[in-house]
């Protein structure tokens, strides 16, 4: 059974750099034609879609995030993480990881991270 799960600082200051980490089980994130995806939620408003890393670790972001966005990944631990610079209060949600480029087969719980000084 595949899981995810996300993990990383709930509070970040404005101006900061969010990052997070999404570990793998049941499954390589090298997997032949797997992508796997930082999607998140504000509060009150609609899934978004931040970008994906692919098993050749290959990157595309969204590009109202591009500038500020970085996914890597460690294939030792078999984990990719999210870096989101220049954080601002908008960018306060839940922050979710997943396998998949534009449909989703397994999901995280999610992690919600603030931006508050």
């Known amino acids: 059974q595949v899981q995810l799960q996300e993990s990383g600082p709930g509070l970040v200051k404005p101006s900061q750099t969010l990052s997070l980490t999404c570990t793998v089980s049941?499954?390589?994130?090298?997997?032949?034609?797997?992508?796997w995806s930082w999607i998140r939620q504000p509060p009150g408003k609609g899934l978004e879609w931040i970008g994906y890393?692919?098993?050749?670790?290959?990157?595309d972001y969204s590009p109202s995030l591009k500038s500020r966005t970085s996914i890597s990944r460690d294939t030792s631990k078999n984990h990719f993480t999210l870096q989101l610079t220049s954080v601002t209060p908008e960018d306060t949600a839940l922050y979710y990881c997943?396998?998949?480029?534009?449909?989703?087969?397994?999901w995280g719980q999610g992690t919600q991270v603030t931006v508050s000084s």
């Open positions: 997943a396998r998949g480029a534009t449909s989703y087969s397994y």
């Open positions: 049941g499954d390589s994130i090298t997997t032949n034609n797997a992508y």
């Open positions: 890393i692919d098993y050749s670790g290959n990157t």
